[in-house]
């Protein structure tokens, strides 16, 4: 199963799992060159996207309009994709 056939909440999980995830959101949270555990990256998941439960991602739209920003920030800083502007 592709990502494009994963619903949000499974991609959340997958990314939190992701090292470099992790260390994207180590420095976002101000501790550049550490990373974080995927717990970390979880909260801060739900926190950025305002919500209680990854789960959320799959009803909420505007919880997934963020998770989009969010994803689409990692794959810039990633250097996956241009930094957007």
């Given at each position: 199963m592709t990502s494009?056939?994963?619903n949000s909440a499974q991609q959340a999980g997958i990314l939190c799992n992701d090292k470099g995830f992790q260390r994207f959101v180590a420095e976002r949270c101000g501790f550049p060159?550490?990373?974080f555990g995927a717990s970390a990256a979880?909260?801060?998941l739900r926190s950025f996207c305002g919500i209680s439960s990854r789960r959320a991602l799959d009803t909420d739209e505007a919880a997934q309009?963020?998770?989009g920003i969010l994803r689409t920030e990692f794959d810039a800083w990633a250097g996956r994709?241009?930094?957007p502007r």
């Open positions: 494009a056939h994963r060159g550490e990373e979880a909260q801060f309009a963020r998770f994709i241009a930094a």
